[in-house]
């Protein structure tokens, strides 16, 4: 549930290698602030950006209701021209380019292409994996698939216990399991007292009892 990055593979890195250095000339660089709205859904300009620094939040907002699909880290990519809001989390700077001269760069860098179709296929999947989430697990199983899935993407083990370095506080993993901030807090703490979970910080805690967090989303 709610990936924090839509891909392993991060086109910032490719765009820097030698080959692709004459695409990278074709973005623009932008910079915006924490909580500033980037671009509202099907925004008048088509444009595709890759978040270059900070992270980037994409969501779907229905009267009062909010859904985030995903956080967008350094390297992913998205277009603006959705039906998604995207707002920084924190200060961020971001590549833009219009879709119209992505679309020329894809023709001229066939290559290029296999990197986009991977990270909007995983976008697809987080898309799919949120909704399923949404309409069929409760708070409780969102709150451990997140963890398990952060924990096998960028978990850190140590003896029998897993370092995890989220970099989101309690309102983000709140926003990306679609609930309230005061809920995720109770189950985190209760996590803490059943002793599977340690909170270290805001952003980072250490899982010391993978098995038993994984049967509660069982």
């Known amino acids: 549930m709610g990936r924090m990055k839509l891909s392993n593979i991060n086109l910032l890195e490719t765009l820097n290698s030698p080959e692709y250095l004459p695409i990278l000339a074709t973005f623009s660089e932008r910079k915006a602030r924490k909580k500033e709205i980037l671009f509202l859904p099907n925004h008048y300009e088509n444009n595709v950006i890759i978040v270059k620094k900070g992270k980037i939040r994409v969501y779907l907002a229905f009267d009062d209701k909010e859904f985030t699909l995903s956080i967008l880290e350094p390297g992913d990519v998205f277009s603006t021209h959705t039906r998604a809001y995207t707002q920084c989390l924190e200060d961020c700077e971001f590549l833009v380019s219009s879709a119209e001269n992505f679309r020329k760069i894809i023709k001229q860098y066939p290559s290029f292409t296999f990197n986009i179709i991977q990270v909007l296929g995983d976008l697809l999947h987080n898309s799919i994996t949120i909704i ?73 805690l250490i899982i010391t009892n993978m098995e038993l967090l994984k049967s509660l989303g069982s």
Not at 137 to 145: A, G
Not at 147 to 173: M, P, S, W, Y
């Open 132 to 204: 399923n989430g949404l309409v069929f697990k409760d708070v409780t199983e969102r709150l451990v698939e997140f963890l398990v899935n952060a924990a096998e993407e960028k978990g850190i083990i140590t003896e029998q216990e897993i370092k995890l370095n989220l970099g989101l506080n309690i309102e983000q993993i709140a926003m990306l399991v679609g609930a309230s901030r005061q809920t995720v807090s109770v189950l985190l703490s209760d996590f803490s007292k059943a002793g599977i979970i340690h909170r270290v910080d805001q952003r980072t």
